[in-house]
């Protein structure tokens, strides 16, 4: 079973709007949340965390949200430009509960920027 | 500096042949990892090293698979009696450390090994 969700495969948007990732998790055990961006032929490129302490977590373009009632977290990207088209995982886990290491990953968001 | 290499980049085996895929973590970094991912699917843990050992190796499929570090750096994965269901994208990640009781240290990714069972 999936713990870690992304229920749309691909996303699409204009270039200088907003993008929105979505992701929910079903283990209640995850306590540190991690936004990786993928190219292809690449692997797996760090961008963004969140503990579980806040709510909201900045850098730049890219905010991460968590909802930790509904289990769920949002990537959003303002404005999107081209060079954002990728792959982009959620990975969860869980430091509070001894596992600081295991990452457990979504299935990606195809995210696609037009110019 | 350099980032985590794998090689080789892309492996076509037989069915049944023993394959090794090797990985070279970021100079320094104590803790290394390796993924597995399948088509359409997100990167899925296999075993965690810190220092030489093999701290977690609950992720590993069956006992086809075994990993080494046998000098805490290079680390090379094992895959015996190759399967088809075997084929997928082996990624290989670094850490400074595994991280704190409240955080996750960022790992580092290599470019991953395409493994291919015919």
């Known amino acids: 079973d999936q713990q870690v969700k992304q229920n749309s495969p691909s996303l699409s948007v204009q270039e200088g709007r907003i993008s929105i990732l979505n992701c929910d998790y079903t283990n209640s055990m995850f306590d540190y949340f991690l936004w990786y961006k993928k190219y292809p032929a690449e692997g797996p490129t760090f961008l963004i965390s969140i503990s579980s302490i806040k709510d909201k977590n900045e850098d730049g373009r890219f905010t991460v949200f968590l909802n930790k009632s509904a289990k769920h977290l949002s990537l959003h990207i303002v404005p999107s430009q081209p060079g954002d088209s990728a792959v982009y995982f959620c990975?969860?886990?869980?430091?509070?509960?001894?596992?600081?290491?295991?990452?457990?990953f979504g299935k990606g968001t195809l995210l696609t920027v037009n110019p | 500096g350099a980032g985590v290499s794998q090689t080789p980049s892309n492996k076509v085996t037989e069915k049944g042949k023993y394959v090794e895929l090797r990985c070279d973590p970021i100079?320094?970094?104590?803790?290394l990892y390796w993924y597995r991912q399948s088509l359409g699917q997100g990167p899925e843990f296999l075993i965690y090293f810190q220092g030489t050992g093999a701290a977690d190796d609950s992720g590993l499929p069956n006992d086809r698979f075994f990993a080494v570090r046998p000098e805490g750096s290079v680390s090379t994965l094992k895959i015996q009696r190759t399967e088809r269901g075997d084929s997928a994208v082996y990624l290989c990640a670094s850490s400074l450390l595994a991280g704190t009781t409240t955080s996750t240290d960022t790992q580092y990714f290599g470019p991953g090994t395409r493994l291919t069972v015919l």
């Open positions: 990975a969860a886990s869980s430091p509070t509960g001894g596992s600081n290491y295991k990452l457990t």
């Open positions: 100079s320094g970094h104590t803790a």
